[in-house]
């Protein structure tokens, strides 16, 4: 239309309607609410106020039925939904399809945060989950003793199984509930025959379900030596327990199927697999009792099997007695040849003739010995003589004397060796002297 053709109130409607809900189909808007009126039929009517303005929304029965718990005045939200124009008001309004309460945005941030590094570090690898026993011997359960989780798992488990579960009872809500909860783990953990472990526990906001964000409880679930089951929260909540634990439940009430078998179906398999145990061994029994007609059959009198292996036996052993006589005869014979060998060459004979030959090579020796000493004896005396009458003490004897230069020893040989006022030491025969040279003649 021009601008000198007017518009008609639905048609311009239209177009702001066509406008709106197309360009603002999927927004998020953050708010605070004011003028919240909920309705018999469940929807509910609310604002949305900023710092200068003011959007109208509602919330419609089917999406607040989703919510934790119902908006109230004065509650910061971020709102998601689309922008929708009710023609009969001429008014504009927010469809609201989700609603996160205040401070759920950074709660978001740092939940990303943490997934991404706990995903780098393998965590979350498929490879790494474990495959739940088929039939726990026990089933040990951590979620709160008074919550509604409690009976859901319990109903769910009991109308397929009449299975044995231990409850470790921890907070799931608040500050510092995960260390409860890695606790109570850690208690079930222990018990040895708790072979599944289930942490537990219903809806709630994200900040209901902070504590199954917790890194230290992430990390216990995947250092835990038993298979975990995380079953918190609904089908869309999705904790980082869910993401960690081997098997993830969409809700506490769904634990059953997953952990254990149906127990009328497992009777009726039990049964059939009886029924066709029994058949096979009919069979094979029914198999095994032909065979053995059969082998009966062809089996032979034993007195006729046993005839001919006798009368051989009895041809051997005559063919063995001879064979042994004649061998004992040979072996007789050369023992007596042995014998006569041994007395020619006995030990005695030749030990007398040895004897006498070494006697005889003992005179030898002894006379050549003697001779050789004699000899000996007559030199080392000539030697002996020779001696003495070089030695100097036999020179000494005859008058002589050693003089020496005190006090360095020296021997005096001349008489210029020594002077006036030296002293002297004279050794003669019996023995020795000191003096001193008064003159030099």
């Not at 609201?96 to 690898?125: I, M, N, P, W, Y």
Request: aromatic residues 4%; proline residues 6%; positive net charge.
């Amino acid at each position: 239309m021009t601008d000198d053709q007017p518009y008609s109130v639905d048609s311009l409607t239209a177009r702001i309607r066509s406008l709106l809900e197309g360009g603002f189909s999927r927004i998020q808007v953050q708010g605070e609410i004011t003028n919240c009126r909920p309705t018999a039929a469940g929807h509910i009517y609310f604002s949305l106020r900023g710092q200068d303005a003011v959007l109208t929304a509602v919330l419609f029965r089917s999406s607040a039925a989703r919510l934790a718990r119902p908006p109230r005045d004065g509650d910061r939200v971020v709102c998601a939904g689309s922008v929708e124009v009710y023609p009969p008001h001429g008014k504009y309004q927010l469809n609201v399809t989700s609603v996160r309460f205040g401070g759920e945005g950074e709660l978001l941030l740092k939940l990303d945060q943490l997934k991404r590094k706990l995903h780098a570090e393998g965590l979350f690898a498929a490879e790494r989950k474990r495959p739940l026993p088929f039939l726990p011997r026990r089933i040990g359960l951590v979620t709160s003793p008074t919550g509604a989780a409690v009976q859901d798992v319990i109903r769910s488990v009991f109308a397929r199984f009449p299975a044995r579960i231990l409850i470790a009872g921890a907070p799931v809500q608040g500050e510092g509930a995960h260390v409860q909860i890695i606790m109570a783990m850690r208690r079930l953990e222990a018990v040895e025959d708790v072979d599944v472990i289930v942490l537990a526990r219903g809806g709630g906001s994200l900040e209901d379900l902070w504590e199954f964000n917790q890194e230290p409880l992430v990390r216990a679930i995947a250092t835990c030596t038993k298979p975990v089951i995380s079953a918190v929260g609904h089908e869309p909540d999705q904790m980082l327990t869910d993401f960690v634990a081997d098997v993830r439940a969409p809700t506490p009430t769904a634990v059953g199927p997953l952990i254990v078998p149906e127990f009328t179906a497992l009777q009726g398999g039990l049964s059939e697999a009886v029924r066709r145990l029994g058949l096979a061994m009919r069979g094979r029994l029914e198999k095994r009792r032909l065979k053995l007609v059969g082998l009966e059959r062809r089996l032979q009198d034993p007195r006729r099997l046993l005839s001919m292996p006798t009368q051989r036996l009895v041809d051997r052993s005559g063919r063995l007695e001879r064979a042994m006589r004649h061998g004992l005869e040979r072996r007789r014979l050369r023992f007596a040849a042995l014998v006569a060998r041994l007395h020619k060459a006995h030990p005695m004979a030749r030990t007398s003739e040895r004897r006498a030959a070494l006697a005889a090579l003992e005179a030898r020796l002894y006379r050549a010995m003697t001779t050789r000493l004699q000899r000996q004896r007559a030199r080392i005396s000539a030697l002996e003589r020779a001696l003495v009458a070089l030695s100097p003490v036999a020179v000494l004897g005859r008058g002589y004397a050693i003089v020496q230069r005190l006090p360095e020893r020296d021997v005096i040989r001349s008489r210029g060796d020594v002077g006036p006022g030296d002293r002297i030491a004279v050794r003669v025969a019996t023995g020795a002297f000191e003096a001193r040279v008064e003159e030099n003649a």
